[in-house]
């Protein structure tokens, strides 16, 4: 039932380093949002790229959209343990949100 | 077969009252997620139900809220003393698993949301 595909699917880094992560989708966008979820805990909604934008920013993250492609970037700039958690792409279908197979990020301290 | 249902659909309320809304969750879903959703912002997660483990309450923005879920069907979640800051769509989710340990969650099926103004 995933809306499409994220890699990799598990990323190991070092604290300071950037993550990088992509998503692909199948279908026709309003906006694509990223969720980070600690393992068997609710989503928490990190950022939302709308149709029409090409890149934003909030914090450390930074985020790209290219409709084209059907793809989109999570980059995380100097990364900390804390950011240790499942990131996923999501977007909504009809009334569902769909999301990715997400990447598993592990940040060793 | 049915979806999943909220209510009321809109609800205005006056500064300082309480307000409760309603989830009726796709029967035999055993996740149940609570969102905010400001206009034009992301869905704010609020708190997640998985069937009889304690529920996830880290995303409640304050003590003024609360939710509680009745086994794997109805749940509530009430607002005390609301503030102009508290209006906003209120968006109820159900799924059949829910997250799992490294896997990604299940389709998210959601109701209509509750508007709730607060003047």
């Known amino acids: 039932s995933q809306q499409g595909e994220e890699d990799p699917q598990a990323l190991s880094i070092q604290e300071g380093e950037n993550a990088t992560m992509n998503c692909s989708y199948k279908?026709?966008?309003?906006?694509l949002q990223w969720y980070r979820q600690n393992s068997g805990r609710g989503l928490v909604h990190l950022i939302l790229?709308?149709?029409?934008?090409r890149e934003k920013h909030s914090g450390r993250l930074r985020v790209t959209l290219d409709t084209s492609k059907k793809s989109s970037s999570l980059l995380i700039t100097a990364s900390r343990a804390a950011d240790t958690a499942s990131y996923f792409c999501?977007?909504?279908?009809?009334?569902?949100?769909?999301f990715g197979a997400g990447t598993r990020l592990t940040v060793k301290p | 077969g049915a979806g999943v249902s909220q209510s009321p659909s809109n609800k205005v309320t006056e500064k300082g009252k309480d307000v409760e809304l309603r989830c009726d969750p796709i029967?035999?879903?055993?996740?149940l997620y609570w969102y905010r959703q400001r206009l034009g912002q992301g869905l704010e997660f609020l708190i997640y139900?998985?069937?009889?483990?304690?529920?996830?309450k880290s995303g409640l923005p304050s003590d003024r809220f609360s939710a509680e879920r009745t086994g794997e069907s109805v749940s509530t979640l009430t607002i005390q003393r609301t503030q102009q800051e508290d209006s906003a769509v209120y968006l109820c989710?159900?799924?059949?698993?829910?997250?799992?340990?490294?896997?990604?969650?299940?389709?998210?099926?959601f109701g209509p949301g509750t508007r709730l103004t607060v003047l």
């Open positions: 029967s035999g879903h055993t996740a």
């Open positions: 989710a159900s799924s059949p698993r829910g997250a799992s340990a490294g896997g990604p969650p299940d389709t998210q099926y």
């Open positions: 999501a977007t909504r279908f009809n009334n569902d949100m769909r």
């Open positions: 139900f998985q069937g009889n483990s304690a529920p996830d």
């Open positions: 279908t026709s966008i309003n906006n």
């Open positions: 790229i709308r149709s029409n934008e």
